[in-house]
C-alpha cells in the first residue's frame, strides 16, 4: 500500500511539475504592434535621437518576458538611409549575416530599453553608426542631406520554440534637407501637484511628490521628451529658481516624463538640515523640453505645495467646523492657505476654489483654455474655469481678478459648476424661496439663485438673498460681498450633496 501511494505521488508530482512547466511558457504573440508615434530630432550636429511609442501590447509582451511567461526576447530594429539610398535593414544579432560594425546600433532588446509614463522609448545614432568608417568628429550636414528612419519589433525565441515574430514597420521619420521638424510652442502645467512627508531607513525625512500629467503633455512627449523640474523654498525664504536656473534644479531621472519623484534637500545641498516641526517647506513643478533649435520651452509652474500650513490665520467660529471639514477633503486652493477668511474673497480667489470643488468631486484635472483672452491674468486657475463653462470675463478680454465677487455671482458661478460636475443632476427651481429683494437680481442670474437656494447651499437672511449692491451706500459698505469662509462653506455644502 504504501509503495502505490508512493508511486501515486511521484506521478501526481510528475504530472504537477509538467503542468507548471506549460503554464509558464504562456501563450506566444503570433502578432506584434509596430512602433507607433515615430520622430527623429537633432540635438546636436553629431547625434540624432529617435523617438517611439510603445503599444499596451508590445509592454505586456515585455513583463511577460521578464516574468518569464515564455522564453524569448523582444529586439526594436532600426532601418534607415540617406536621402535617395537604398534602406540600410537592421537584422536581429542571429542573423548569420550579422555584422557588430554595422548592425549593432540598430537593434536592442527591449526588457532593456526606458519606457517613460506615455510608453515612450528612444535611442539615438552618431555619425559612426550609419557609417563606421567615419571618426567620432563627424556632424551630421543637415542642410545638404535627409536621413529617413523606420523602426519595427522582433520577438525570438531562445532556441527554436517558436517561428520568429516581426511587427510591420513604423511611419517613416526624416530629419534635414526639406524634412519638416517637429514644432511644440507651449507646455501645459503639472496639475494638482501633492506633497507628502516620508522617511528614510535612517528615519529622516524627504519629500514625494506627486502630480498629474495633462493629456496635452502626453502628446508633446511623442514628438520632443517633456521632463519635469523642481523648484524649493523653506518659509518665506527665496525660491531655488530666484538664484538657479533650470537646469540646475532637481529633476527627472534620464530626461523620463514621470508623474512622481521625490526629493531629499540635503541630499541636494538645498538645505543643512530638514525639520519638519519648524519650517513649512514648499514646492512648485514645472515641465521642460528642448526643440533641435532654439531656447528650451518651459510651462507654468505647477500649483504650489507645501508641508504644514494651517487652513487659516482667522475665520468666524460658525465658519470653522466647515473650513475644516473642507480642509480635509481638499477643497482649499493654495493661494488660500492660512489667509484670513473673514476678508472678502475675490473673482480670482473664487475661480480657484471653484476649480477645486470640480476636480475634487470628478476626480479629473481641470485643463487651460487652449488660448488666454484676458489681458490682465495669466492665472492658470482663471483659465481653468473658463475652459470648464464656469466663469466668464467682466469683457471679451478683462477677467478683473482682484474684483471682489457678490452673491448672485458667487450662485451663478457655482450652479454652472454643478452642471458641468453631474450634468444628470435635477435643475428643475420648483419650490425654490422667494425673496423680497429679488426685482435687484440679474436675469441672467436668477435662475442660478433660485437653484442654489433650493438646495439650501447659498441661503438668504430675513427673507431678503441680497444678490448685489445696488445703492451707492451700498456698494460703499461691501454689501453683498462673500467672504472666503463663505465661499469655502457654499463649496464644501455642494462637495458634500455631489461629491460624496
Known amino acids: 500500500m504504501a509503495k502505490k501511494l508512493l508511486a501515486f505521488i511521484l506521478v501526481f508530482a510528475l504530472i504537477s511539475s509538467c503542468m507548471l512547466y506549460v503554464s509558464a511558457e504562456g501563450t506566444v504573440p503570433t502578432y506584434l504592434e509596430k512602433p507607433q508615434d515615430i520622430s527623429v530630432r537633432s540635438d546636436s550636429s553629431s547625434r540624432l535621437d529617435l523617438r517611439w511609442t510603445n503599444t499596451d501590447s508590445i509592454r505586456k509582451i515585455v513583463k511577460n518576458i521578464e516574468t518569464s511567461e515564455y522564453k524569448a526576447y523582444l529586439c526594436y530594429l532600426v532601418d534607415w538611409k540617406k536621402n535617395e539610398g537604398s534602406w540600410n535593414i537592421g537584422i536581429p544579432s542571429s542573423d548569420p549575416s550579422w555584422d557588430g560594425n554595422l548592425h549593432g546600433q540598430f537593434s536592442g532588446n527591449m526588457p532593456n530599453v526606458m519606457f517613460d509614463e506615455g510608453s515612450v522609448s528612444e535611442t539615438f545614432f552618431v555619425p559612426w553608426h550609419l557609417d563606421p568608417s567615419l571618426d567620432g568628429t563627424s556632424i551630421y550636414d543637415l542642410k545638404n542631406d535627409t536621413y529617413y528612419f523606420r523602426v519595427r519589433y522582433l520577438l525570438e525565441p531562445y532556441e527554436d520554440e517558436f517561428e520568429a515574430v516581426y511587427s510591420p514597420y513604423s511611419e517613416v521619420a526624416a530629419i534635414g534637407k526639406n524634412a519638416e521638424a517637429t514644432t511644440i510652442t507651449k507646455l501645459d502645467a503639472p496639475q494638482n501637484l501633492k506633497v507628502e512627508v516620508k522617511k528614510d531607513y535612517g528615519d529622516k525625512p524627504y519629500f514625494q511628490l506627486d502630480w498629474a500629467i495633462p493629456e496635452s503633455i502626453l502628446a508633446a512627449n511623442k514628438q520632443l521628451p517633456v521632463y519635469h523640474f523642481i523648484d524649493f523654498k523653506v518659509g518665506n ?6 538664484t538657479t536656473k533650470w537646469d540646475g534644479m532637481p529633476g527627472a531621472a534620464a530626461n523620463l516624463l514621470t508623474s512622481s519623484d521625490t526629493l531629499n534637500p540635503v541630499e541636494k545641498n538645498l538645505v543643512d538640515k530638514v525639520v519638519i516641526e519648524e519650517n513649512i517647506y514648499h514646492f512648485r513643478v514645472a515641465y521642460v523640453c528642448k526643440p533641435s533649435t532654439g531656447d528650451p520651452i518651459i510651462s507654468p509652474y505647477s500649483n504650489i505645495a507645501s508641508t504644514k500650513i494651517a487652513a487659516y490665520s482667522d475665520a468666524s467660529s460658525w465658519a470653522k467646523p466647515e473650513i475644516d471639514e473642507a480642509d480635509k477633503n481638499g477643497l482649499i486652493p493654495d493661494s488660500l492657505k492660512g489667509a484670513d477668511m473673514t476678508k472678502p474673497i475675490t473673482r480670482e480667489e473664487f475661480a480657484e476654489l471653484t476649480v477645486k470643488l470640480y476636480e475634487r468631486t470628478t476626480g479629473k484635472a481641470a485643463l487651460e483654455a487652449s488660448t488666454n ?4 491674468t495669466k492665472n492658470p486657475e482663471i ?32 450652479s454652472r459648476a454643478i452642471r458641468i460636475m453631474v450634468p444628470g443632476a435635477d435643475f428643475s427651481t420648483a419650490g425654490a424661496p422667494t425673496f423680497t429683494d429679488e426685482k435687484n437680481i440679474s436675469s441672467w442670474a436668477i435662475e442660478h439663485v433660485k437653484y442654489m437656494s433650493k438646495l439650501e447651499i447659498i441661503k ?10 445696488v445703492t451707492s451706500a451700498e456698494i460703499a459698505s461691501g454689501y453683498a460681498n462673500t467672504t472666503r469662509e463663505q465661499a469655502i462653506a457654499m463649496s464644501l455644502r455642494t462637495f458634500n450633496k455631489f461629491g460624496k
Open 460 to 469: 438668504g437672511t430675513d427673507g431678503k438673498f441680497m444678490p448685489k449692491a
Open 383 to 414: 483659465l481653468k474655469a473658463f475652459n470648464l463653462g464656469i466663469t466668464t470675463g467682466t469683457s471679451a478680454t478683462t477677467f478683473a481678478p482682484k474684483n471682489q465677487i457678490n452673491r448672485e455671482q458667487v450662485a451663478s458661478m457655482l
Open 373 to 376: 483672452p484676458f489681458v490682465d
Open 237 to 242: 525664504g527665496k525660491w531655488l529658481s530666484e
